[in-house]
């Protein structure tokens, strides 16, 4: 008829809010990930730095230190996600992850 297809542009804009959906739900939990282990990281290599210079029973209570505001900081997070704000990134980042699977599944299926 010479009209373009409404469902096929639809089709589009699914798929790339689809995408996005799954690049930001990938890009979140990776350096949510990434933010632990670099933080694990530092906590290790500061209380080696500190049992060095200081001596080993200084390098412990260094490391018990770091462990504390660590879990003040996974605290704070955690209750920071309890808003609304923190609550949509939860949702978008859990949608990402159904989308991927499910687009996963349906490829395969």
Do not use: W
Request: net charge positive; aromatic share 6%; hydrophobic share 40%.
């Amino acid at each position: 008829n010479g009209k373009p297809s409404t469902n096929g542009a639809m089709a589009y804009l699914i798929d790339a809010a689809r995408g996005g959906l799954v690049a930001y739900g990938t890009v979140y939990s990776n350096l949510e990930a990434n933010a632990k282990v670099l933080g694990g990281q530092l906590k290790d290599n500061s209380v080696k730095i500190v049992q060095h210079k200081y001596g080993s029973e200084a390098g412990d209570v260094f490391g018990e230190a770091m462990t504390a505001a660590g879990n003040g900081a996974l605290t704070y997070m955690n209750v920071q996600s309890l808003g609304i704000k923190g609550l949509m990134k939860k949702t978008a980042k859990e949608t990402g992850k159904t989308v991927a699977v499910n687009v996963i599944n349906g490829q395969r299926g």
